[in-house]
């Protein structure tokens, strides 16, 4: 992904965001039949373009892979698409915003793309979520 592509890209989401975001986090969680499939334990994040490791995270709540740059924030969400294997979610929260796409591959492993806005600088990155072991 180009700057310049990220940057159209966020300026798009900001203007989607404003004009249609509703619903509450406990509201989206309850149409989220796709993420139960996912075994609780510890899932690491790593980035799909290089390899890296972007997180770790002790998954109880599988709705945190929503906003995997802005977990533990209080955001509004609202569904974008679902499919019985995929999510879509776009949220907006203070200073930032955002629209995550989840596929469950299997119990232990899930694709995630997100992009959005940061404190006004636009991120987007690709990864593969795997359940590694249990949370300690």
């Given at each position: 992904?180009?700057?310049?592509?990220?940057?159209?890209?966020?300026?798009?989401?900001?203007?989607?965001?404003?004009?249609?975001?509703?619903?509450?986090?406990?509201?989206?969680?309850?149409?989220?039949?796709?993420?139960?499939?996912?075994?609780?334990?510890?899932?690491?994040?790593?980035?799909?373009?290089?390899?890296?490791?972007?997180?770790?995270?002790?998954?109880?709540?599988?709705?945190?892979?929503?906003?995997?740059?802005?977990?533990?924030?209080?955001?509004?969400?609202?569904?974008?698409?679902?499919?019985?294997?995929?999510?879509?979610?776009?949220?907006?929260?203070?200073?930032?915003?955002?629209?995550?796409?989840?596929?469950?591959?299997?119990?232990?492993?899930?694709?995630?793309e997100s992009q959005g806005v940061d404190n006004g600088v636009?991120?987007?990155?690709?990864?593969?979520?795997?359940?590694?072991?249990?949370?300690?």
């Amino acid at each position: 992904m180009h700057i310049r592509d990220g940057i159209r890209r966020a300026l798009g989401l900001a203007v989607l965001a404003a004009a249609s975001v509703t619903g509450t986090a406990a509201a989206v969680e309850g149409e989220l039949p796709v993420l139960g499939r996912l075994q609780a334990g510890l899932w690491q994040l790593r980035s799909l373009d290089n390899g890296r490791p972007l997180a770790a995270i002790c998954l109880g709540d599988r709705a945190q892979l929503v906003q995997p740059r802005h977990r533990g924030v209080a955001c509004t969400r609202s569904v974008v698409s679902r499919a019985q294997d995929a999510v879509e979610i776009r949220y907006n929260c203070p200073a930032a915003f955002g629209q995550t796409a989840i596929r469950v591959e299997t119990p232990r492993l899930a694709r995630i793309e997100s992009q959005g806005v940061d404190n006004g600088v636009p991120f987007g990155f690709r990864a593969e979520a795997r359940r590694v072991g249990s949370c300690r």
